[in-house]
């Protein structure tokens, strides 16, 4: 059984920091694209960034300049370094990954969420 889990959310302040991973797990065989989204209260879940097998980024326009998505392909993994955070940026952030499993079904996936709050 695959399993993507995520960590590293939590209350920052404007301008501030964080760092999101998120793990996969189980019978892989490999993974394509792997990316981030986010749903604020009220709104419809979106695009954040995503990243191809070969490592190559894209960014929400919202995002572009202060978010960096990178993955270590040995350890199945993403990252979401988050930087000159603003109120809007908080939401709850899922990851997701497109993965082949061992008997070579292909199928997204997706992690269980984490809540980002920016806040005085």
């Known amino acids: 059984q695959v399993r993507l889990v995520e960590s590293g959310g939590g209350l920052v302040q404007p301008e501030g920091s964080l760092r999101l991973s998120c793990a996969a797990s189980?019978?892989?065989?490999?993974?394509?694209?792997m990316g981030w989204y986010r749903q604020a209260p009220g709104k419809q879940r979106e695009l954040v960034a995503i990243i191809t097998s070969g490592g190559s980024p894209n960014y929400a326009e919202s995002v572009k300049g202060r978010f960096t998505i990178s993955r270590d392909n040995a350890k199945n993994t993403v990252y979401l370094q988050m930087n000159s955070l603003k109120p809007s940026d908080t939401a709850v952030y899922y990851c997701?990954?497109?993965?082949?499993?061992?008997?070579?079904?292909?199928?997204?996936?997706w992690g269980q969420g984490t809540q980002v709050t920016v806040s005085l």
């Open positions: 189980g019978s892989i065989s490999g993974i394509y694209a």
């Open positions: 997701n990954a497109y993965i082949i499993d061992s008997d070579y079904e292909r199928s997204d996936y």
